[in-house]
């Protein structure tokens, strides 16, 4: 499977962003990560393949939603309320089961950087 994220760029603080991620087959559980300068790469969220279940960082919580559109094998990830510290890298990925642990996800996508300024 590849994957293949979009959507990210410069957005202001209090700001909105969507990212997409376009998978070129069926995929089961997904997931967003992001990369800050200087920092590991760290969970954002994740969802399993009927949507019902999603898991979410703290720091995202109620800001952030995941979605995907299995027809179309895209996953999704709206952002809201930006905070500068949100910017990163972004990748999404793709696992066999729903998880946090990035080491359980089989594929990655190229990631793509959203930067939010204050």
């Known amino acids: 499977v590849q994957l293949q994220a979009s959507g990210g760029g410069l957005v202001q603080a209090g700001g909105s962003q969507r990212l997409s991620c376009a998978a070129s087959?069926?995929?089961?559980?997904m997931g967003w990560f992001r990369q800050a300068p200087g920092k590991e790469r760290e969970f954002v969220a994740a969802?399993?393949?009927?949507?019902?279940?999603?898991y979410y960082a703290d720091s995202v919580k109620d800001r952030f939603t995941i979605s995907r559109d299995n027809a179309m094998n895209t996953l999704y990830l709206q952002m809201n309320s930006l905070k500068p510290e949100d910017t990163a890298v972004y990748y999404c990925?793709?696992?066999?089961?729903?998880?946090?642990?990035?080491?359980?996800?089989?594929?990655w996508g190229q990631g793509t950087l959203v930067t939010v300024s204050s």
């Open positions: 969802i399993m393949l009927t949507g019902r279940t999603t």
């Open positions: 087959g069926r995929t089961l559980s």
């Open positions: 990925a793709a696992a066999k089961s729903l998880t946090i642990h990035s080491q359980d996800y089989d594929y």
